[in-house]
Structure formats: structure tokens, C-alpha cells
């Protein structure tokens, strides 16, 4: 059993290996260069805005040789140069595609700005999902890995068809998305991400089947964005791939007070979004009990193929 246990050690660390060595070719189209570690939000006006002493909190993969008593993911203090950042871009298209949301005045409200945001966003999910599949390599065969497998396969199908409908409309805008902005008082957090928002009545086999039929499930594109003195909020969707649930969703982050504004964070990053981060001292500030819920709601939403997104969560993380 222990030489099983640690063969299986040494399968997981090749894999984490070959996450961290491959060369990964950059994802602007017709580009075969490779791709460079790129923050989906930029180090410097934003990020270091919520660093401390260089470092951050988020959730990362836990060391492969703790797995057998901790969880696989944690919150982890990581420093600001692996914050929120994946191999998406070459050097040449990560510079200059993005050079509109690398400067010191970002105008939130312009339509490209909220475009590329989104679009850097988007694309990190597509190659997180390329991680999972290399990671799924190792995992025993059962029910489990199959219905996970074919999940991120869809997933990414999905992903790459809007990265495609992005791509079409920063090339010749035709306002194919709607985008809310909101403005907020700061809060040391920051996101950056794609969901999806398909709601399905898992007790109503009718309702199950329109999902499986159906090729791209509706979605948002969401980014937090940390500034001096205010939280700036971009959330949208494509209007050929919404639905009614999904636009009273994106609507609920208008006018909300502090609490409704933490009770809607507390939902997003606990059910719905892996890419996000905070502060040192603001993770220091939530109880060990809150942070115990945390994982233990999260390890359950995300086994649970039949959760209902429509559904969200009233707990509060940062109410201490």
C-alpha cells in the first residue's frame, strides 16, 4: 500500500512538472510563439495596490506531498510575481494588445478597456481547464473522472467559441457584449474570470436535457479591480448567450451597501470563481471558522454536479 502511495507522489509531481516546464504557445490567433507568464491584472497600479511586502492570498494547488491530509487546494500567501497569472500571451501580443489596461488611467467606463479585460480572463480559463486535463491523466478510472473529463472538455469548447466571438468583436466592435461597471469603496480583493450561468432544474429531466442540447452554455465575464481609493467592478455577458436569470445576476451588483457588497463576494469566490486574491491582513482578519466553512462549502459546491448557481450564498467572510 505505502509503495502504491508514493508512486501515485511521484505521478502527481511529473504532472505538476509538466504544467511547470511546458512551453505553452501563446493565444492571440495565427501567434505560435511562446507564451510568457501573464498577469491578468497588471502588477503595477492595481496589484501592488493590495500587496503586502510583495506578497498575496490565493487560492493555489496545495504541495503535491500534502495531499494526503490536506485538501488539493488551498488559500495560499504567494508573492506578487505569481499573482493571478498564467503562460496566455508572447511577449509582443501581451505588451501591445493589452497596452489600453496597462496604464496608470484606465477609463473602466470604455467599451475595448472592459473588452480586453474580459478577453484576458477568459483565456486563463481556457488554459486552466488545459492544466485540469493533463492533472486528470493520473486520476483512477471511475464514474467521476469520466463525468469530470467531459466537463472540462465541453468547458473548454465553450470557452474557446467566445474567446473567438471576443476576438471578432475587438477587431470590429459591434457592441455584440453588455458590460455593467460599478464603483465601490476599496477593498483590498481582486478577480478576474469566466463563469458559467446556465441554470438547470437538476429535479426536471426536460431541463437537463435543453442543457445537454445545448452548444454554448450563457456565461459572465467578471474583473474586480483594486484602485487608490475605490473597488471598480466589470461585469458582462454576450447578448446572443444570455438568459433572463443571468441578467438579473449581472443587475444585482448595482447599489449594493457594504454588507450586500461582502455577502456578494463571499458568494462569488466561494461558488463560483477561482481566480481571485487579497491582502495579507484582510485574510488575517476572517476566523478560523469562516475560513473552515470556506473550503468545506467549496469542496461541496464543486462535487456537486446538481448545484444550482441560481442559488446564492448569504455567509459573510469579511463581516469581522
Avoid at 449581472?250 to 447599489?255: A, E, L, R
Amino acid at each position: 500500500m505505502e509503495n502504491k502511495y508514493i508512486d501515485k507522489e511521484k505521478e502527481v509531481a511529473n504532472q505538476e512538472r509538466i504544467i511547470a516546464k511546458k512551453k505553452w504557445q501563446c493565444m492571440c490567433p495565427h501567434c505560435t510563439e511562446t507564451a510568457i507568464n501573464s498577469h491578468l491584472l497588471q502588477q503595477h497600479g492595481i496589484l501592488d495596490i493590495v500587496a503586502e511586502n510583495g506578497h498575496l492570498y490565493e487560492m493555489r494547488f496545495e504541495d503535491f506531498y500534502k495531499w494526503h491530509t490536506n485538501d488539493p487546494m488551498k488559500v495560499k500567501r504567494i508573492g506578487i510575481q505569481q499573482a493571478i497569472s498564467f503562460p496566455l500571451f508572447c511577449n509582443k501580443h501581451d505588451t501591445e494588445l493589452f497596452a489600453p489596461i496597462e496604464c496608470n488611467s484606465i477609463d473602466f467606463d470604455d467599451y475595448t478597456s472592459q473588452l480586453l479585460f474580459s478577453y484576458r480572463g477568459l483565456c486563463s480559463e481556457i488554459r486552466k481547464k488545459q492544466f485540469v486535463q493533463i492533472r486528470s491523466e493520473i486520476w483512477p478510472d471511475c464514474a467521476l473522472k469520466e463525468e469530470s473529463e467531459s466537463g472540462t472538455n465541453a468547458g473548454i469548447k465553450d470557452l474557446k467559441y467566445f474567446k473567438y466571438l471576443f476576438e471578432v468583436e475587438l477587431s470590429t466592435p459591434k457592441h455584440k457584449f453588455t458590460f455593467l461597471h460599478v464603483s465601490y469603496p476599496f477593498m483590498p480583493i481582486y478577480a478576474s474570470g469566466t463563469v458559467s450561468f446556465e441554470p438547470v432544474d437538476y429535479n426536471n429531466q426536460r431541463s437537463i436535457d435543453e442543457a445537454i442540447k445545448k452548444k454554448v452554455w450563457d456565461g459572465f465575464f467578471i474583473n474586480i479591480i483594486p484602485q487608490n481609493n475605490s473597488l471598480e467592478i466589470i461585469i458582462g455577458y454576450h447578448n446572443n448567450h444570455v438568459n433572463k436569470d443571468l441578467r438579473k445576476y449581472v443587475d444585482s451588483w448595482k447599489g449594493l451597501s457594504t454588507e450586500q457588497l461582502q455577502v456578494k463576494l463571499t458568494d462569488l469566490f466561494t461558488a463560483r470563481l477561482e481566480t481571485w486574491g487579497m491582502s495579507p491582513s484582510l485574510y488575517a482578519s476572517i476566523s478560523d471558522d469562516k475560513k473552515e466553512w470556506f473550503m468545506e462549502t467549496q469542496k461541496k459546491i464543486y462535487l456537486d454536479f446538481s448545484y444550482d448557481i441560481r442559488r446564492e450564498l448569504k455567509e459573510n467572510l469579511f463581516a469581522d
